[in-house]
């Protein structure tokens, strides 16, 4: 490449831009052909091979055939993963309300875990 010419330099930025979004966009299709469950395997398999074939046309033609589905699919795993956050996040603060954490006590202290005085300090303190 001669690096001399500024339309070379040009050229080859445009093609390096093509080729970066091309790969962007193989991911995004790849993704979703594994994301989505109707689909068969063996539909799966026919669009990878196409993918290989004849990358370009084949992924424009998957925007284009299944692009809609996509971003249905894609706004799902995303409320998924919320969702699945917001659990985690739930699990791992424990107990949030001053009744659940009463209650939590209660029930170490009829286990006999607790004694009384562990118990009140506890509602004390939830309550506080």
Partial sequence: MDWGNV???VWYTILIFAFIAYLIVLF????DLFR???LSAGW?????????ILPYI???AYLLFRGRG???RSAQAQSA????AREYIRDAAGTSTPAD???TAKTLLDAGTINQAEFEAIKAKALA
Avoid: S
């Fill in 28 to 31: 995004m299709v790849l993704t």
């Fill in 101 to 103: 954490q009463i209650a």
């Fill in 44 to 52: 799966k398999v026919v669009w990878i091979i196409f993918l290989v």
């Fill in 36 to 38: 989505d469950h109707k």
């Fill in 7 to 9: 339309w070379n330099v």
């Fill in 81 to 84: 993963a919320d969702a699945q």
């Fill in 58 to 60: 084949t992924a424009f």
């Fill in 70 to 72: 996509m971003a249905q």
